[in-house]
């Protein structure tokens, strides 16, 4: 069992920067690729970035390339989002996942998820 918690979250500004954060506990991480998700309502859950087991490949949604950057801290049991010059329409609850499959993470795991909220 792997439990997840991602921190981070918040009100930001259209052309700022948020880093969001995910812990896991449980396991350690290494085993397994880790991905960010976001949702909005009415809408599927969307996989924006992922990451493999060593972070040496990333995959990212094209309506987040360039902006966004998946990374991850084995040793800590962390992997995070940064997000730079988020827009409006990246308003979301942001779910921290973790799977055994790349780029398209399972999951096997979810977090909770954390609202992101950008204003314009």
């Known amino acids: 069992q792997v439990q997840l918690v991602e921190s981070g979250g918040g009100l930001v500004q259209a052309g700022d920067s948020l880093r969001l954060s995910c812990t896991a506990s449980g396991r350690t991480i290494s085993n397994y690729a880790m991905a960010w998700y976001r949702q909005t309502p009415g809408k599927e859950r969307e996989l924006i970035a992922s990451?493999?087991?060593?972070?040496?490949?990333?995959y990212y949604a094209n309506s987040v390339k360039g902006r966004f950057t998946i990374s991850r801290d084995n040793a800590k049991n962390t992997v995070y989002l940064q997000m730079n010059n988020p827009k409006p329409e990246d308003t979301a609850v942001y779910y921290c996942?973790?799977?055994?499959?790349?780029?398209?993470?399972?999951?096997?795991?979810w977090g909770q998820g954390t609202q992101v909220t950008v204003s314009s």
């Open positions: 990451i493999t087991r060593s972070g040496g490949s990333t």
């Open positions: 996942a973790v799977g055994l499959s790349w780029p398209n993470v399972g999951p096997d795991y």
